[in-house]
Each structure stands twice: as structure tokens, then as C-alpha cells.
């Protein structure tokens, strides 16, 4: 993919897309993983977390209450968190004035709905819970991000946003992957199309022809070839 593109992952539920997504982001998923990863023409090899967020990648995962966020703590400590290695601190000294400040900066750039940076987490709703994991991965200055159900279990004001944050990435010069099990929400977001089916890409369209009907044809043909 290219920097400024976004693209889309398609397919049925239990395609292998967050898997495909988990094995490329830190080897999060998966035991025997093959293939190369290029990012910005340079093979790089990304064994842990760390080593992603290094090569700036980033993943936003699925599930945001179980791994996206810790519920207990502050919208400030969870905005840093990915990023707190790399850009708050200096020889394990945290600069707590420069944290408060990129907290701050997001807050008001993606609308976070809050009484303050201080807030806990787990008293937001779901849709500003969300935003608050794009601010986490979006201060690690990520060249690639992974959005994996960006708008799952939010309000329709919330998606909204979100889109609008995901158009700003792509302007910025990012290269952003959606996952989507919403075909409507992949269709009008991306500039191409993967369909994933059964761990395989079984097509790739491009913004003229993506539909739902082209969708479910690439993912019919592939279990056709199956059989």
C-alpha cells in the first residue's frame, strides 16, 4: 500500500483478518508466521510489540476493553501509554509537562467528550473510549496504522469523527488499513479493497469496483477453488 492510501480488509466473520492484522503487528498472533514486511521499501522485522511501534506501526485492536485500554486509569496515562518510551521520557526520567501537554492537544483534536485529561477512562462512553485508543496509537507517530472495527459499538455522531480522524491520517501522509465486518463502512472509507477469506486473500478491488455484491463474489469464488 502507499503512503496517503487507505485500505480496506473485507470478509466474513472469522476470515482470519484480525489474525492476519495480530501476525503482522508484534507477532501478537500466531506461532509459524511467514512473509516479509516492507515499510518504506525497507524490510524490517518486527518479533515483539516494541519492535513494531519502533518501525512505527501501529494497531488498533478490536477490542478496546480488553486491549486497547486500561479502564481504571486516566485518559492522559492511557493516551501515552504506547508512546511513553519514545517521546516522554529520557533516560527513564517521564517529562510529565510534555505528557500533559499531547494529552491535552489530542483531547481537542479528535473531540474527546471529557471533563478532563484526568478523567477515568472506563466512566467514557463507548465512543470516546475509541477515540481515546486512537489518540494512544496516533501519538506513537505511527507511518502505518491498523484499524481493526474502528467503529464497533458506537454512536453514529462518534463514527462520524472517527471517519473524519481517518481522512485526516490519510491527508497527513499515513498508510492506514481498515477492518471492517460493516461491507458499507469498507466501501466508503477505502481506496482499495482486500477480501480476505479462510486466511487467504481471495480479491482485490479498487474504488470503482468495490460493492457488496463483488465482495461475497470474490469470497464465493474462493470457496469455489476450495472445493
Known amino acids: 500500500m502507499k503512503a496517503g492510501e487507505v485500505v480496506g480488509l473485507a470478509g466474513l466473520m472469522g476470515a482470519g483478518r484480525t489474525e492476519l492484522a495480530m501476525s503482522i503487528f508484534g507477532r501478537s498472533y500466531g506461532q509459524k508466521i511467514k512473509g ?6 525497507k524490510e524490517v522485522h518486527i518479533k515483539s510489540v516494541k519492535d513494531a511501534i519502533d518501525n512505527k506501526l501501529a494497531y488498533v485492536s478490536e477490542d478496546r476493553k480488553n486491549y486497547g485500554l486500561v479502564l481504571i ?6 493516551m501515552t501509554l504506547s508512546a511513553m518510551r519514545n517521546f516522554f521520557s529520557q533516560k527513564g526520567v517521564l517529562n510529565e509537562n510534555d505528557e500533559i501537554l499531547a494529552a491535552e492537544d489530542y483531547k481537542k483534536r479528535i473531540n474527546i467528550k471529557s471533563n478532563s485529561i484526568n478523567q477515568t477512562v472506563g466512566s467514557l462512553s463507548g465512543g470516546n473510549q475509541q477515540k481515546v485508543v486512537l489518540a494512544k496509537w496516533m501519538l506513537t ?3 502505518v496504522l491498523i484499524l481493526d472495527e474502528p467503529t464497533r459499538g458506537i454512536d453514529v ?8 480522524v481517518i481522512n485526516d491520517l490519510a491527508k497527513a501522509g499515513k498508510a492506514v488499513i481498515v477492518i471492517s ?7 466508503g472509507t477505502c481506496d ?33 477453488k476450495e472445493a
Do not use: F, H
Not at 157 to 164: D, F, H, M, N, V
Not at 181 to 187: D, L, T
Open 36 to 41: 516479509t514486511i516492507l515499510i518504506n521499501g
Open 141 to 143: 507517530q505511527p507511518d
Open 192 to 224: 482499495r479493497v482486500y477480501v480476505i477469506n479462510e486466511g487467504r486473500i481471495a480479491g482485490e478491488l479498487n474504488r470503482e469496483e468495490v460493492s457488496q455484491e463483488r465482495i461475497m463474489k470474490c469470497i464465493m469464488a474462493d470457496n469455489g
Open 181 to 187: 465486518s460493516e461491507m458499507q463502512e469498507v466501501i
Open 73 to 78: 486509569k486516566d485518559i492522559k496515562w492511557n
Open 157 to 164: 455522531g462518534a463514527k462520524y469523527e472517527i471517519y473524519c
